[in-house]
């Protein structure tokens, strides 16, 4: 059995400058954030499947889907007005780190590493 994907707190998120879209299901919930050119980017995750996936679009066209079938732990925060998600993920010997920054445009940041 996988540990417990450790999430923030909703409650904690709602003076960040972000949209929190909370599922039909209380253990999923989505967050949107809005870059100044115009990108969104909304983090998804599942805490009973133990999944995340952030999607970044721009106008109609989808930029960027990527998917952690195995994070273990995801943080939100908001530095100097840019909008920080962080996804950890770990599986088999291997560990990663998604970055993604929303701010005046987006930024992706992507690292998978053998442990």
Do not use: C, Y
């Not at 909304?42 to 195995?70: F, K, Q, Y």
């Not at 909008?83 to 560990?95: A, L, P, Q, Y």
């Amino acid at each position: 059995m996988s540990a417990q994907l450790e999430v923030p707190r909703l409650e904690d998120l709602s003076d960040i400058g972000i949209m929190v879209e909370p599922s039909d299901q209380p253990w999923g919930v989505s967050l949107v954030a809005w870059a100044q050119d115009g990108s969104t980017v909304t983090l998804t995750w599942d805490e009973i499947a133990g999944s995340a996936r952030i999607r970044w679009t721009s106008g109609d066209d989808v930029r960027l889907v990527i998917e952690r079938e195995t994070p273990v732990k995801i943080s939100v925060r908001n530095e100097h007005g840019v909008i920080e998600f962080h996804v950890w993920s770990r599986w088999e010997g291997i560990g990663g780190e998604l970055i993604v920054r929303v701010g005046e445009h987006v930024a992706v940041h992507d690292t998978l590493l053998h442990t």
